[in-house]
């Protein structure tokens, strides 16, 4: 075989495996995602780039206070980005003057940016089944999340992913907190 046709065929062939590595990454490890809206601030703000961890809740549940990622199920390609407040098997309740109950205590929390006004579908006790989560926005004021019926309680297998860093705004880029 000629020297220009074998390196054509390797070169097609690395491309080939490189595409490959793409589409299983992006698929099944991880995916950059753009924040649109104020729904989590102060810790994610409106045109933040994040990248979203997709492999590790294949081997254990999402923890109190992770940032995940879901499909709204009302809108194709829109995804939000909400905390974890409630884990399955929990009972939340938020109270008139917005303080989180879990199973009947105070959640000590620091990362509502304000103090919830509207308690939505959880001024009565909402106990969470097998692989259900209660998520709130950071903006609590602000924000479409599981005290609302459209959103609701969250089952595992729409959860996408961890937010687990920003990578834009450049003068933000890092680890994002969640604990």
């Known amino acids: 075989m000629k020297k220009g046709i074998k390196d054509l065929l390797l070169t097609s062939f690395y491309l080939l495996l490189v595409l490959v590595a793409v589409f299983l990454v992006v698929t099944y490890v991880g995916q ?5 809206g104020s729904s989590m601030e102060p810790t994610l703000t409106n045109g933040d780039h994040l990248l979203v961890d997709k492999l590790s809740y294949r081997f254990h549940d999402p923890e ?10 009302y809108e194709a ?5 909400k905390r974890v407040i409630g884990l399955p098997g929990e009972t939340v309740l938020i109270d008139e003057e917005g303080n989180i109950y879990i199973n009947g205590e105070l959640l000590e929390e620091g990362y509502g940016k304000e103090v919830i006004r509207n308690p939505g579908r959880a001024y009565e ?8 989560f209660f998520v709130l926005g950071d903006n609590r004021n602000n924000s479409m999340d599981s005290r ?5 309680n969250l089952k595992k297998n729409v959860i996408i992913g961890k937010a ?11 680890v994002i907190k969640h604990q």
């Open 32 to 36: 950059r995602i753009s924040v649109i």
């Open 64 to 73: 109190r206070f992770d940032i995940v990622v879901f499909p709204y199920k």
């Open 148 to 152: 609302d019926p459209n959103v609701g």
């Open 77 to 81: 390609n829109t995804f939000y980005i």
């Open 125 to 132: 006790p909402i106990t969470l089944g097998f692989n259900e």
């Open 164 to 174: 687990f860093m920003r990578v834009f705004p450049f003068q933000s880029m890092g």
